[in-house]
Nanobody, 119 residues
Framework: QVQLVESGGGLVQAGGSLRLSCAAS????????MGWFRQAPGKERELVAD????????YYADSVKGRFTISRDNAKNTVYLQMISLKPEDTAVYYC????????????WGQGTQVTVSS
């Protein structure tokens, strides 16, 4: 079983930056595409960004394009989400997840890390 652990969340003011990390267990990290999701209170879970196994293909939700960058270091079994110019609307619990290409379903999930952006 793949275990994912997020870190890096916290409380920041609008305009600030955070970098989230997701560390994966096991030796097969590079077999998975990875995604970052977020869920705000009362709202549905939203796919924020996705990165292919080798990092060559990236997807971003329109709401975060130009502000968030997803990256991965397969040697460290870690995926990152660099967030800049944070807005209060970015406040949510952020989850990382793993999927097998070319499937659309994410099979493994972390527990999430809270990001709170104040005005």
């Amino acid at each position: 079983q793949v275990q994912l652990v997020e870190s890096g969340g916290g409380l920041v003011q609008a305009g600030g930056s955070l970098r989230l990390s997701c560390a994966a267990s096991g030796r097969t990290f590079s077999s998975y595409a990875m995604g970052w999701f977020r869920q705000a209170p009362g709202k549905e879970r939203e796919l924020v960004a996705d990165i292919s196994r080798g990092g060559g293909t990236r997807y971003y939700a329109d709401s975060v394009k130009g502000r968030f960058t997803i990256s991965r270091d397969n040697a460290k079994n870690t995926v990152y989400l660099q967030m800049i110019s944070l807005k209060p609307e970015d406040t949510a619990v952020y989850y990382c997840a793993a999927r097998i290409p070319v499937e659309s379903e994410y099979d493994y999930w972390g527990q999430g890390t809270q990001v709170t952006v104040s005005s």
